[in-house]
């Protein structure tokens, strides 16, 4: 699976957008961008995914690069309760059950 | 979304003692479970993937014969850790699959191990 880079950390404030960066340089033609978020001593729970096109749904928005170089989670409402670590990962999809690598991700701390 | 059950939450046990973590599927058939082992400010390490029938296939650096896996049926599968030292004490967490293409994985609560 290729590599995904995260900053470290980030600020949000309350109620704003938050933007979170992912850089997949290598991606290859067939890998999805999966983001994760765990919050804190529990286990990762799904956010979103996709291939080229950008995505949306009840959570976020994913925006992806026409390159697929890059991607964006966008959390367009964030709140207190997702302050988390957020994980960018890219894997391919296929019907044997691949594990997800997890890097080190964003911690995102969202502020009153 | 379907759900990944994990239990327990959380354990206390004794060094030399075995604990077994439970991981239910509860809507799905999970072909495929993993499991995976987190420390303190750090990410999730892969442990082990488990086929239900099969024998599991083990990360390097992980020890077979102290981290017992058995996936019996599609719906549950098991981690015992055995002889547990205080370096065991971790976060444990499993995830399932149903090995259809472009679907997410799911992610059990985690079990806090504590050995004392």
């Known amino acids: 699976d290729a590599k995904t880079t995260q900053p470290t950390s980030m600020d949000c404030a309350e109620g704003r957008a938050a933007n979170l960066p992912c850089n997949h340089s290598?991606?290859?033609?067939?890998?999805?961008v999966y983001w994760y978020r765990q919050i804190h001593s529990q286990g990762p729970q799904y956010i979103i995914h996709?291939?080229?096109n950008n995505e949306t749904n009840e959570m976020a928005s994913l925006i992806i690069t026409e390159d697929r170089k890059s991607s964006t989670l966008i959390l367009p409402h964030a709140t207190l309760r997702d302050t988390a670590v957020y994980y960018c990962?890219?894997?391919?999809?296929?019907?044997?059950?691949?594990?997800?690598?997890f890097g080190k991700g964003t911690s995102l701390l969202v502020t009153p | 979304g379907a759900v990944v059950s994990q239990h327990p939450s959380r354990v206390i046990c004794k060094s030399g003692t075995s604990v077994k973590i439970e991981c239910r599927s509860l809507?799905?058939?999970?072909?495929?479970m993993f499991w995976y082992r987190q420390f303190p400010k750090k990410s999730l390490m892969l442990m082990a993937t488990?086929?239900?029938?099969?024998?599991?296939?083990?990360e390097q650096g992980v020890e077979k014969d102290k981290f017992l896996i058995n996936h019996a049926s599609l719906t549950l599968s098991t981690l015992t850790v055995t002889s547990a030292h205080p370096e065991d004490s971790s976060f444990y967490i499993c995830?399932?699959?149903?090995?259809?293409?472009?679907?997410?994985?799911?992610f059990g609560q985690g079990t806090r191990l504590t050995v004392v």
């Open positions: 995830s399932a699959s149903t090995n259809t293409p472009n679907t997410e994985a799911f």
């Open positions: 290598t991606i290859s033609g067939n890998e999805y």
């Open positions: 996709g291939l080229k």
């Open positions: 990962i890219v894997r391919v999809n296929s019907n044997s059950g691949y594990a997800l690598n």
């Open positions: 809507d799905f058939q999970a072909t495929t």
């Open positions: 488990s086929n239900e029938g099969s024998k599991a296939t083990y």
